[in-house]
Structure formats: C-alpha cells, structure tokens
C-alpha cells in the first residue's frame, strides 16, 4: 500500500524539492502547500487565504488517495496532518537555506528583488524572516514550534539532513519508510 506523506522544513529546507521526487519515485500526487496557502498576486506571497478556505482547497486536491504533501501547515493544517502515515522534516543550516531562497528568488523574480526593484524590500524582509527559524523570534514557523510539533506527533517521523543531496534524501526518506 502506498504512503500518505507530510513533509516539513524551514523555508529553503528542500522540502518542495524532497516533496517532487518522492512524489515521481512513488508515483503518487504531490501538493505544494503554498499553492494553497497563497492568494495569487503581484507581487507574490502577500495576502494568505484564509484557513478554511485553504483546508478546502487541499482537501480537495488530495482526495482520498495516497499523496505526498510538503510545506507548513503549522496550526491550521491538523485534518490534514492526521491522514499522514509518515512525517517527515528537513534539518537545513540556515546559510544554506539563505543560500537557497536567494537564488530561487533570483530565478523567479529577476531584477524585480535587486535594490531598486519592487520587491527588493519584500525579498530582504523575507530574508530576515527564514533567517529567524532558528531562534523563533519571528511569527510562524521556528525550530522551537517545529520540535514541540514533532514531540508530541503520534505518527511516525523522521529527521532528515537538509544539507544531502536530492538523490540521498530521497533514498533516505525511502529507507526510512521502508520502500528502497
């Protein structure tokens, strides 16, 4: 029987990209959260929907199938959570994770995030913010909330190295799992 999977992680962890090749090495469908969290717009990532509203949209795409999901849904996601046969989290050093976002941004948005851009203040306070997780001083997801999260999960989880390779995760969360 297939896995319903939950994968979790600072922004820039790899979560997405864990979440995708598992998904094709499994063959099963792979939501990103964000696709769901976020209302489109101009600039992105500005307005979040609200949680109904996102729960609705995700119950829908997954359906009652087997499915790997990555992303935090860090207190609104629980329904969700609990359908997950695994968890798994993304343990990333946060200049890596900087390392990452920076140059996702710079392939998605271009000049628009250099100094003198439309989002060059929205792409440094994003900075700052993933910078953070750490330490747990900003609103929402931290490495204090995700391990008292994780402590008290009744599935089972794993700590996965952020910093490996896609192919090395990805055998490793499949070893983990059972299925290598």
């Not at 959570?81 to 920076?102: M, N």
């Not at 913010?129 to 747990?136: E, F, I, P, Q």
Request: overall charge neutral.
């Amino acid at each position: 029987m297939k896995p319903r999977i939950y994968l979790i992680g600072a922004s820039g962890a790899g979560v997405s990209t864990l979440g995708s090749a598992l998904a094709r090495h499994l063959d099963l469908p792979h939501v990103d959260v964000d696709e769901h969290y976020w209302i489109p717009s101009d600039p992105p990532f500005t307005q979040a929907r609200p949680p109904e509203e996102r729960l609705e949209r995700l119950h829908a795409a997954l359906g009652e199938v087997p499915w790997v999901v990555s992303g935090s849904m860090d207190g609104w996601g629980d329904a969700i959570i609990a359908r997950a046969d695994w968890v798994l989290y993304l343990d990333t050093p946060t200049a890596l994770r900087l390392q990452r976002i920076a140059a996702r941004e710079r392939q998605r948005f271009g000049p628009r995030i250099l100094p003198g851009g439309d989002m060059h203040s929205q792409h440094l306070a994003f900075l700052q913010w993933a910078a953070a997780y750490d330490s747990g001083t900003r609103a929402g997801r931290s490495r204090p909330r995700h391990n008292a999260w994780l402590a008290q999960l009744q599935q089972p989880w794993e700590r996965l190295d952020g910093s490996r390779s896609k192919d090395e995760l990805l055998d490793q969360a499949l070893r983990i799992m059972g299925r290598d």
